[in-house]
C-alpha cells in the first residue's frame, strides 16, 4: 500500500515557475515508474511527465523543455519543476505511482497559470 500526497500547487502568472512535490508514504525505490498528470476542466487525464529507476525521463510534446521531472529515493519524493509557465498548463495535477501489483494516485494539487 502506498499514499502519495502532491503539494506545491498554486496561482503564478504566465513565465513563472513552481515546484510540485509528491510525497509516497514509504520508499520509491520499488514504484517503477512515477509519473505526473494532469486534467484541465473539461479535458481528459493526459502524462506530463514519467520517471523510471534507471533515470530515464519522458515528457508530453507541450511541456519539453519546460518541465524537469526529478526524484529524490532518500526523500521518498518526485518533484515536477514547471518553468515558463503558460495559462494552458492550468488545471490539476496528479502524481501516480506504479508497483507489481497496481497504480497508485495521489489527490491531486492544483495549478492555475494567469495570462
Known amino acids: 500500500q502506498v499514499q502519495l500526497v502532491e503539494s506545491g500547487g498554486g496561482l503564478v502568472q504566465a513565465g513563472g515557475s513552481l515546484r510540485l512535490s509528491c510525497a509516497a508514504s514509504?520508499?520509491?525505490?520499488?514504484?517503477?515508474?512515477m509519473a505526473w498528470y494532469r486534467q484541465a476542466p473539461g479535458k481528459q487525464r493526459e502524462s506530463v511527465a514519467t520517471?523510471?529507476?534507471?533515470?530515464?525521463?519522458n515528457y508530453a510534446d507541450s511541456v519539453k523543455g519546460r518541465f524537469t521531472i526529478s526524484r529524490d529515493v532518500a526523500k521518498n519524493t518526485v518533484y515536477l519543476q514547471m518553468d515558463s509557465l503558460k495559462p494552458e498548463d492550468t488545471a490539476d495535477y496528479y502524481c501516480?505511482?506504479?508497483?507489481?501489483?497496481?497504480?497508485?494516485w495521489g489527490q491531486g494539487t492544483q495549478v492555475t497559470v494567469s495570462s
Open positions: 520517471i523510471y529507476k534507471s533515470g530515464f525521463t
Open positions: 514509504r520508499s520509491i525505490a520499488d514504484i517503477n515508474p
Open positions: 501516480k505511482g506504479t508497483t507489481i501489483w497496481r497504480d497508485y
